[in-house]
């Protein structure tokens, strides 16, 4: 099974982004090559309305992850943040200069998108790991819940799912990155048996 999973650039007042030192992580410590159940990829996505959508669309068009999980910075976060809701609007300004207030994401989609991965799920097992997590509603409106809302609508056209994960600033990177790579395994284990279930039944009805 193949796992997207990505981070963002610094932006605003922001010296530096986890998201971005996450992936590098990930990307090194947790090639593909060691991988035992899946692939890995990674991807660093710019703070950009525009081209932050871009990307996941190419991604998920040209790769066809099962799963992808964006994560992002909240600084003001105590915990990490699992979240269930991707908005269809765009509020703030980006590393590109573009400002926006209230301008949709899909001039055509729906007003909101649920993340299509298990967040309960996904919550525990990080907590699980002695990760502070939360399950929260709603992924805001700046580039984090565009990235949300494209990566449910594009993994969506497949039969992929999708998820975001707000980090705080303090967060400790490594213990993430290890804990997000079980999470891979875990869930490309889940995929597995549950193929060889429905490979059984079919089987026994044919």
């Not at 509020?91 to 400002?99: I, Q, R, S, V």
């Not at 290890?178 to 284990?189: D, F, H, Q």
């Amino acid at each position: 099974m193949e796992v997207l999973i990505t981070g963002f650039e610094p932006f605003g007042d922001n010296a530096a982004n986890p998201t971005q030192k996450l992936v590098e992580i990930l990307s090194t410590d947790y090639a593909p090559s060691q991988q035992n159940c899946g692939q890995l990829r990674t991807q660093l996505l710019p703070v950009s309305f525009t081209r932050a959508r871009a990307q996941i669309q190419l991604l998920a068009a040209k790769f066809h992850p099962r799963v992808v999980l964006c994560t992002g910075l909240f600084a003001k976060a105590r915990s990490l943040l699992v979240e269930r809701i991707a908005v269809n609007e765009q509020a703030g300004a980006d590393n590109d200069g573009l400002t926006l207030s209230g301008g949709k994401v899909d001039a055509a989609g729906a007003d909101g998108l649920f993340a299509t991965i298990d967040t309960a799920r996904l919550s525990d097992f990080l907590a699980q790991r002695g990760l502070r997590t939360e399950i929260s509603w709603h992924a805001g409106t700046y580039v984090c819940n565009t990235a949300l809302y494209t990566a449910v609508q594009s993994a969506g056209a497949y039969g992929g799912k999708a998820g975001f994960l707000h980090v705080p600033a303090d967060v400790d990177v490594h213990a993430l990155a290890a804990a997000l790579y079980e999470w891979v395994e875990a869930e490309s284990e889940l995929a597995a048996a549950g193929q060889k279930a429905r490979a059984g039944r079919s089987s026994t009805t044919s």
